[in-house]
């Protein structure tokens, strides 16, 4: 893991009549820019950024489970980890959203937008110090299981570093299976399933995402045994028929 102290960040200059010129700096000033960080976690090393502006690290776009298309479609997630051997080689570039799950365009509903390829994750935090114990907030986006994703900033106070730093806590997001890829319940899908049933992905996807950040939320500060949900009236509808 990289801290803080030791991020370095070149800026180049195409200046005319001198060429390049690189500026050397160490984060150690007040400026608005990114510094670019890495943290290594239980299936390889991730790249994100500090926020000058928000004072917080974001790790966006962390892949969780293998993309669930071909075989893998209408089946439980297949968590990334060392033991399937599936992790990823070299770095992931955690500094920009993995791709949101089919769904309509909220705008024009007769358009689709997305991909099957988009269980991944994000993480904001106002510190990488694996003795900080922060509490974790983990967001699971609302929508009727039809619509939404964890990258989305239309929800007000939007996930963020900024979040992360106000509230002194670790904030995750997800992006789990929806419609159909997610909840498609038919009798045809039972066959080969290790569950013995069909139905409900996007749920396993989200329980995915609970195992994932047990495992690795101490690399970002937090304390998996202080973890807390925000999720939508689905969800409580869910809770409530659970009873």
Sequence with gaps: MVGISTITCFFVFLLKDIGECFILFDGSGNGNANASVSVDVSCGRITGQWSYKDHGYSFLGIPYAEPPVGRLRWRPPVALDVSNGNCWSGEIDARVP???????????ISQLVGDEDCLYLNVWTP????????????????????????????????PSARLAHDLNV?????????????????????TGSPTGTSGNYGLMDQIEVLKWVKMNVRKFGGDPNQVSFIFSWTWFCILTQSK
Excluded: K, T
């Design 98 to 108: 993995g791709n949101v799950c089919f769904q309509p365009d909220n705008r024009n």
């Design 127 to 158: 510190s990488l110090d694996v003795n900080a114990s922060l509490p974790v907030m983990v967001w699971i986006h609302g929508g009727y299981l039809l619509y939404g994703s964890g990258n989305d900033a239309d929800i007000g106070y939007a």
């Design 170 to 190: 670790v904030f995750v997001s997800m992006n789990y299976r929806l419609n159909a890829f997610g909840f498609m319940a038919l009798e045809l899908l039972v």
